[in-house]
């Protein structure tokens, strides 16, 4: 059987999961994929190809915890005038360490995360951003606390799901070898859609396949490695609205609300980050919704009783790439 325009969508949704979940570690991954479908090797990737020419499927690769390999990291929201936001964006997405970048709903209108390798300064590097974006005003906001971190989508249900149990969760700092460093480089790349692509990485780090699989495992074990599998863009799988919501939450409930919020399928990440007293909001979540998302939240705002809080919705993503550790730094 062919994957075709009549392939049952509900082995499409399942080839979804078990990429994102459960993609197999070994020499010809493609081909297991297909056994459990019935299919060809090269039905699979012949499908994979299309996805990702169509935007779907933005890449299959390994996705690193960077505090464990010494990189240093924050959220960031600058406030930005109209006459000076097209030259903070190009200043904003210019650097290797922006990962993502969204234009919000608020006077505090652009929103990012920066990450920087190990040796150098965050908050230096996020002070020459924003001398040189022409902000006006700009909040850092690091993690104090993590109550939940990414999702799979899971087409099944319709639910998005945990990559990895909180415990797994750790931010051990490693001793960090070159061979780490060359393999985090390699892996963090797109694998190539071939029969047998951890061959063609093994030959570009002059190891045996084995070698990287034990690699791969031994830093799953450590919290280095949050998961190896598919990163889809959410809107191709229908998740239209992206909204991020600061919460001001007493802070003798942020247990409670932080486990709750958790547990909702909607909510993909939950911090718990740095306040101030003009800008007392501590809790924060990432919401991907099909439709319906501001009534959802201000329906959990009120069974909650937590009357302060900021719906911030995205106008236009601006830059979303999968982060790359140890990247070339260059100030320009």
Known sequence: MALDKSTPLLLEKELIRILQKDFPLQSRPFQTIAQRFNLKEEDILILLQKWQSEGKLRQIS??????????????????????????????????????????????????????????????????????????????????????????????????????????????????????????????????????????????????????????????????????????????????????????????ERIEEVGRFFANQSFITHCYLRKSYPHWPYNLYTMCHFKEGGLSKISKIAHDLKLNHYLALETIKELKKIRLKLFYIFERG
């Open 62 to 251: 390994a996705i690193f915890n960077p505090f464990s390999f010494a990189h240093q990291s924050s959220l960031f929201a600058f406030k930005v005038e109209a006459d000076f936001l097209e030259q903070a964006i190009e200043v904003i997405n210019s650097h290797p360490g922006v990962s993502h970048n969204y234009l919000r709903n608020h006077n505090f209108n652009l929103w990012f995360t920066l990450v920087v390798p190990p040796g150098e300064d965050l908050l230096k590097e996020a002070e020459d951003l924003f001398q040189r974006s022409g902000a006006k005003e700009y909040l850092y906001l690091p993690i104090l606390k993590v109550f939940k971190i990414s999702a799979v989508f899971n087409e099944i249900n319709g639910e998005l799901q945990e990559e990895l149990p909180l415990k797994q969760r750790g931010e051990v700092i490693l001793e960090i070898s070159e061979r780490d460093r060359i393999l985090v480089m390699a892996l963090q790349e797109p694998l190539p859609l071939v029969s047998e692509p951890f061959k063609e990485i093994a030959k570009k780090v002059a190891l045996e396949e084995e070698e990287i699989f034990r690699w791969l495992e031994d830093m799953q074990k450590k919290g280095a490695l949050r998961r190896f599998g598919a990163l889809f863009k959410h809107q191709k799988l229908g998740y239209k609205e992206n909204i991020l919501t600061a919460w001001l939450v007493p802070e």
